[in-house]
């Protein structure tokens, strides 16, 4: 019977930290969602799509406002090693396609790393994405001034549910 609890109680511990990360990316999903209706309040949420995947687990939030548009797209990957090498082959693919049109940049000090792409000689209608650690953030809006301002209320987020 000792035995049997014992292997019981390994089994148990060892599926516990699975079922915690499992709970993270919906929480994190909250956490944004909550962060955008209490700090932007001109922006309404137009639709909500969870990620019907184990890995990686998220979703997207479609925002609207007299500004236009914006979308706000959020993957947490079990591994880093997977958010890092998804996050570099998204990458390369945009560049492939429509990058090819586009200008690539860089928002120091957010996340790991990031890439903003712009119209050539426009802000408007950017594509800014990021990574911080395990996380994959994609954010379209109308300027750069949103998409950035967008992206830092994400990486808070991704840091204050990492304390």
Do not use: C, Y
């Not at 511990?13 to 929480?27: K, M």
Request: proline share 6%; glycine share 8%.
């Amino acid at each position: 019977m000792k035995r049997r609890t014992f292997i019981v109680t390994i089994l148990t511990l060892a599926s516990l930290p699975h079922t915690l990360t499992a709970q993270e990316p919906a929480e994190l999903f909250a956490g944004v969602e909550r962060a955008f209706r209490e700090k932007e309040p001109g922006w309404k949420v137009e639709s909500k799509l969870p990620s019907e995947s184990s890995d990686p687990r998220g979703g997207s939030i479609t925002f609207r406002s007299g500004e236009g548009q914006a979308n706000v797209d959020v993957r947490v990957w079990r591994q880093e090693k997977d958010a890092r090498e998804v996050f570099e082959a998204e990458g390369r693919a945009f560049a492939n396609m429509r990058g090819k049109r586009m200008v690539k940049g860089a928002v120091p000090g957010l996340g790991d790393e990031s890439q903003l792409w712009t119209h050539p000689g426009s802000e408007a209608w950017p594509m800014l994405r990021f990574r911080k650690g395990r996380v994959n953030v994609q954010v379209f809006a109308p300027t750069v001034t949103v998409a950035r301002r967008f992206a830092r209320r994400v990486l808070a987020q991704i840091e204050s549910a990492a304390d």
